[in-house]
């Protein structure tokens, strides 16, 4: 999502050039000029259903009339710019504006946030699905400190403390849940979440799914006086995480603009990945018959215990390195 040094392709970066070719921000526009903010920060690789940003823009009703469009045209009409139309018809086909909205100038769509959810997809294949569920729900509760479920960014953040909301583990399709092919989803929404957080809470899920750990290592790593440092382990891949819903005060966002174009492109795309994915599973499975030995099975992983493993730096040594010149 965000805007990188020496990086050309990020969703803001697209964003900002093509408001600035349609002439809604000033060609010497940037995030802090327009008072830019957005809900999250997603990774590279991770999507987003409902990412929501908020800017002060050119409008066709005046300056002053509308709450994030401040800037003005030196004229008036009574009908406002059509934000989607024209931000879309730029934009790479991957990225849609879906709606706009007018907000109070002390909107912020990250500070105004109340709760944000997130969902990540995968195939049931051999996870104990049960298992899994009794572990996620150690999750919910109100400032947990999850630094043993992120990337630690010890010199921009100092609390680790969330509150986390829901969790559920669900499949995808009821009809079709028990399959090893099924896909699952798992949904947590919570008010803010940490650098990476989602994708380590869902790596020791998996654990749990393959019976690796018990589900009391969610409770281990959740306290800190027992677990200082993080074991290491390799977080989830990026790819099945969306960010799925962000809810705002008092009901601040009234969208519009939403039209059936979009749509169509999101049809177009679902399309030709249906197509992709069932080519894919047609060749595995002209493979398959092909086959004149069994499968192999399975290669056997030595598992080391998470609370067994070496650590990275705590958050204390990590300051206390960062701080110490002696």
């Not at 729900?137 to 400190?145: E, Q, Y």
Request: with cysteine; net charge negative; hydrophobic share 40%.
């Amino acid at each position: 999502m965000a805007i990188q040094k020496d990086v050309d392709n990020t969703i803001e970066g697209h964003l900002m050039t093509v408001m600035k070719i349609v002439k809604l921000i000033p060609d010497d526009a940037d995030l802090q000029s327009i008072q830019y903010n957005r809900c999250g920060r997603t990774d590279k690789g991770v999507s987003a259903f409902c990412q929501v940003v908020s800017f002060y823009s050119r409008s066709n009703v005046g300056e002053g009339n509308v709450g994030m469009i401040s800037i003005g045209t030196g004229k008036t009409s009574d009908v406002e710019i059509d934000y989607v139309r024209v931000i879309n018809k730029l934009l790479p086909k991957e990225i849609r504006v879906l709606g706009w909205c007018a907000v109070s100038p002390e909107f912020s769509a990250r500070f105004s946030t109340t709760s944000r959810q997130y969902k990540y997809l995968f195939l049931k294949k051999n996870l104990d699905i049960a298992l899994m569920q009794q572990a996620a729900s150690l999750f919910v509760g109100t400032n947990l400190d999850f630094r043993n479920f992120c990337k630690m960014d010890a010199e921009n953040v100092s609390n680790y403390e969330r509150s986390v909301m829901f969790v559920s583990i669900t499949p995808y399709n009821e009809q079709d849940m028990n399959r090893e092919e099924s896909l699952y989803v798992f949904t947590v929404t919570g008010t803010a979440f940490l650098w990476h957080q989602i994708r380590c809470m869902i790596a020791i899920l998996f654990f749990v799914g393959n019976h690796l750990e018990k589900p009391s290592i969610i409770s281990d790593l959740l306290d800190v006086t027992k677990v200082p440092a993080k074991p290491l382990y390799d977080f989830a891949d990026g790819l099945p995480l969306v960010l799925y819903e962000c809810l705002f005060e008092n009901d601040a966002i009234q969208w519009q603009g939403l039209n059936d174009s979009v749509i169509k492109n999101y049809e177009s795309l679902w399309a030709g990945k249906t197509i992709e994915t069932h080519i894919i599973h047609l060749m595995i499975t002209s493979m398959k018959s092909q086959l004149t030995e069994p499968p192999s099975p399975p290669k056997s992983y030595n598992h080391v215990p998470l609370l067994e493993r070496k650590t990275e730096m705590s958050f204390e040594e990590r300051i206390q390195d960062k701080y110490d010149f002696t």
